[in-house]
């Protein structure tokens, strides 16, 4: 009955807003999102997704794929992140520029649009993480219908099954930037040469990982369920082999495995407080 109570939750507070643009990725949280305002609002409501270097074009392509299969009004929008220098030096505020570009290009699709709001995917359980794209939300006021219903990831991937949306089970895929260690510039073929490497990993097979760059080393993050098969010598011969012939020349792979932000484990504690961010 709670998850039911929640539901209810969001469903009222999307017909409440009236018309709203949703910020959109094609993961689970904006999908669902998307999803339940066009299923509230109809026309309403207009999903926008950004043409960025920084979306591995896979699941650009993907997120356009579950758009028309649920007839979800959708516009692709081109963001310049990568023409910000405070963007492109790639400290730990990084995300914060990115959403902020993300943003203002949003704002300025919803003024000639006439919605009202703007509304991206963020959930209660990423209140707790450092994200400072949610200081970028906050100063343009866009709203988290998700977090405001108390939704949680686990929540939002059960009312996605129970809608049998095929996303429901979609691993996390944060922007291919958050690959790339802090203090190194992010550049379209530093992007490019991570999607490389993480569409080689999705061709042997494997499901949740990352590829962290390290300049000329690449650290392979994979699920600890999917370690086994990473670690039989022809699979590191075939990672080995792959990954130099995308311009690497030395490819490791992480004991721990894979792990959501372990890019953010070398921040000092005090950049990473919640008061620092929200």
Known sequence: MELEQKRAHLESRL?????VLVAYSGGVDSAY??????????????????????????????????????????????????DHPDYVKNDATRCFHCKDELFTVMEQERQRSGFQHLAYGMNVDDRGEFRPGQQAAKLHSVL????????????????????????W????????????????????????QVER?????????????RVRYHGEMARVEIARDEMPRALSMETMDRMAKGFRALGFKFVSLDCEGYRSGSMNDILPVETIQPANFL
Do not use: N, W
């Not at 309403?44 to 356009?64: N, W």
């Not at 988290?144 to 996303?167: F, V, Y």
């Open 15 to 19: 017909r409440e807003l009236g018309g």
């Open 33 to 82: 999102l998307a999803y339940a305002a066009h299923r509230m609002l109809g026309d309403q409501m207009l999903a926008v997704i950004a043409d960025s270097a920084s979306l591995a074009r896979s699941h650009f392509d993907d997120a356009l794929s579950f758009a028309r299969e649920h007839s979800i009004p959708l516009r692709v929008l081109t963001t310049s992140e990568l």
């Open 197 to 209: 490497g993480e569409a080689l990993l999705q061709r042997m097979g494997f499901r949740q990982f």
């Open 144 to 167: 988290a219908p998700l977090a405001e219903a108390g939704l949680t990831k686990q929540d939002i991937r059960t009312l996605a099954q129970q809608a049998e949306l095929r996303i």
């Open 169 to 192: 089970d979609k691993p996390a895929s944060a922007c291919l930037a958050s690959r790339v260690e802090y203090g190194r510039p992010v550049t379209k073929e530093v992007l490019e």
